[in-house]
C-alpha cells in the first residue's frame, strides 16, 4: 500500500477510534471515506492496533444486496473486543452505547472456533467450516458506532469502523446444535416490550456456518489467526433494531433462553466514572 494510503488509514482510524474511547458521537463521517472494502479493511486494521484490548471473536453482518456486485460479496466483518463480551445473566446485562451516534441490537447465533483453521486457506465450503466449528450459543450484538450514518453510505465506511460493532452478549450454549432443528426456532426481539422483529436462523443466507465459512476464508485473507475459542456473531436474525439510551431489550429464543438488556449513554458512565 502506498505510503500516503497508509498514513490516511492511520489518521481515519485514530479519529474513529478517539470518537468511541470518548463516548463522542461523529455528525460526519471523520475524513475521506473508502469507496472499497481493501481500504475500509486497512483503516480497520490500524483502529485495531490503537484500541486498548484484545480482539476476542468477529462479527459477520450482511452486504445489501444492491451493493454485492460492486463490493465482490455479500458479507463483511468487524472485530469484537475482549472487554465489550460479556455473559448473560437473570439481571439485564447493561450495554453503554454513544448519544447522538448509531447503535442497534441484533439477535445472533454465535459460534465458537473449535480449533485452529490453517493459516493459509482462503476458500472454505460450508461441509469444510463445519469441521472447525465448536459450541454454539445464543447471543445478542451491539451493533455501534461514534458515526450515526454508519450503515448509510456504503460497505466500506461500515467495514472500516470495526464492522459497525460495540459488543456482544453471550447467552446459553445450545446443545448438540448439529442436530437441532434451528430453524424451527422462532426468536422475538423486544424494544421497552414492545415486538420489533421475529425471525428464525434461515434469515441469515446460508444458516449459520456460511457465515461461519466466511470469516474463516476472510480472517486468512487479512492474516489473521483465528484460535480456538474465538467467537463469530454470524448475523442478524430479527432484524437491526436501534435504540437509545436508558431502553429495555428482550431477545426471547425460545427453548433456548431469553436474554435481557438494558442500555445507558456511555459518555454519561465515563463522566461518572471519572468523577
Not at 500500500?1 to 488509514?9: H, S, V
Not at 460526519?28 to 480497520?44: C, F, I, K, M, N
Not at 493459516?119 to 461514534?146: H, I, R
Not at 424494544?191 to 466466511?214: C, H, K, M, Q, Y
Request: charged share 20%; hydrophobic share 45%; glycine share 12%.
Amino acid at each position: 500500500m502506498p505510503k500516503t494510503a497508509i498514513q490516511d488509514a492511520q489518521a481515519l482510524a485514530s479519529r474513529l477510534v478517539g470518537a468511541r474511547l470518548t463516548a463522542t458521537p461523529l455528525a460526519r463521517y471523520p475524513g475521506e471515506a473508502p469507496t472499497d472494502l481493501a481500504s475500509a479493511y486497512a483503516v480497520q486494521d490500524a483502529a485495531i492496533a490503537m484500541w486498548p484490548d484484545a480482539v476476542a471473536g468477529w462479527k459477520v453482518g450482511l452486504i445489501p444486496p444492491d451493493h454485492r456486485a460492486a463490493y465482490g460479496g455479500e458479507r463483511l466483518a468487524g472485530p469484537i473486543f475482549a472487554k465489550q463480551v460479556s455473559l448473560a445473566s437473570d439481571t439485564p446485562t447493561i450495554l453503554p452505547i454513544i448519544r447522538g451516534g448509531f447503535a442497534a441490537a441484533e439477535a445472533e447465533l454465535v459460534i465458537a472456533v473449535g480449533r485452529e483453521p490453517p493459516a493459509d486457506k482462503q476458500s472454505w465450503s460450508v461441509d469444510e467450516a463445519a469441521d472447525y466449528a465448536g459450541a454454539m450459543y445464543v447471543g445478542v450484538e451491539l451493533a455501534g458506532s461514534a458515526f450515526k450514518g454508519i450503515n448509510d453510505f456504503g460497505p466500506a465506511i461500515t467495514a472500516s469502523d470495526f464492522g459497525n460493532n460495540a459488543g456482544l452478549v453471550l447467552g446459553r450454549e445450545i446443545a448438540d446444535w448439529r442436530d437441532a432443528r434451528l430453524d424451527d426456532v422462532s426468536i422475538c426481539t423486544q424494544i421497552d416490550g414492545v415486538e420489533v422483529g421475529r425471525g428464525t436462523s434461515a434469515n441469515i443466507p446460508g444458516g449459520p456456518l456460511a457465515a461461519f465459512s466466511f470469516i474463516l476464508g476472510h480472517c486468512a485473507a487479512r492474516g489473521i489467526r483465528l484460535a480456538p475459542g474465538a467467537l463469530i456473531s454470524t448475523g442478524a436474525i430479527t432484524g437491526v433494531h436501534i435504540v437509545e439510551p436508558e431502553q429495555d431489550i428482550l431477545i426471547d429464543f425460545g427453548a433456548h433462553g431469553a436474554i435481557a438488556c438494558h442500555t445507558v449513554d456511555a459518555g454519561q458512565s465515563k463522566r461518572a466514572a471519572s468523577a
